[in-house]
């Protein structure tokens, strides 16, 4: 009886080892995409207006203005080190202005995107379709938004396709307020019903509120900022100045200078980045891509 059972335990232990041989593993989950930093650079240079601006067009705007100001410093100063400080800021110059005019832009519409879903709700209940009732944004919205709009109108009336046209409205808006009114839109497409009107006026309420309280928390934030850029950019002006004296800034071209000059950025970046985390308002991500 013994020598039965250890027989059947081998052989199912042989038949599980073959079963396992043939049975397919599960594929691994597919890990969720993130937001590299090119993708945040490029929703910043649409949110910027600079529609036809590539990446790569800026990282060589990049390279093209650190290069010109080594040239030119390196000639009015002749001291390598200095030269390449002034350079480096330089470089990141063209990143600044498309993230500072990004800001601006996300700021002025934050206070539109409110008025744009009103519009959308009254082009409903007045009986359009919802297609419609999108694209006459583009002639009776915000001016700040009408060309993106203009765009998805003639897209659905060349190819009728309304997802597909909504995908590239997306595309073309960049910004996370639209991200979520194209998704509400496409979901009351999908399911139907009449809750579309009700939908559109809580995210018009909601667009209200948080607008009026970022620009609150905006005002008190903006002179503390300010002060802090001040402090930041204070020892890099002063280098300026003494820069206009070859006495004064030949000890940089030394081995030590060269080290002050390192560790003064090093602290420098160190500084600002803080100062914009311990000061950043929360920004809404496009979650919804």
Known sequence: MTG????LLL????????WSLWVPTPAPPRSVSRTGPLD???????????AGLSVRTLVFACVVAFALVLALVQATVGVLPIAA???????FAPVALVRRRARSRRARLRDLWPDAVDNITSGVRAGMALPEA???LGTRGPDELREPFLAFADDY?????FHDSLDRLKDRLSDPVGDRLVESLRIAREVGGTDLGHLLRTLSGFLREDARTRAELETRQSWTVNAARLAVAAPWLVLAMLSTNPESVRAYSTGLGVAVLAVGGVLTAFAYW???RIGRLPE???VLR
Do not use: N, P
């Open 4 to 7: 039965v059972l250890l027989g």
């Open 11 to 18: 052989g199912t232990g042989l038949f599980l080892i073959w």
């Open 40 to 50: 945040r650079l490029s929703d910043e240079i649409v949110q910027a207006g600079f």
């Open 85 to 91: 400080c002034f350079a480096l800021m330089a470089a």
């Open 134 to 136: 999108l694209a006459q």
């Open 157 to 161: 009336r060349l190819t009728g396709r």
């Open 274 to 276: 803080s100062m914009l």
């Open 284 to 286: 809404d991500e496009r």
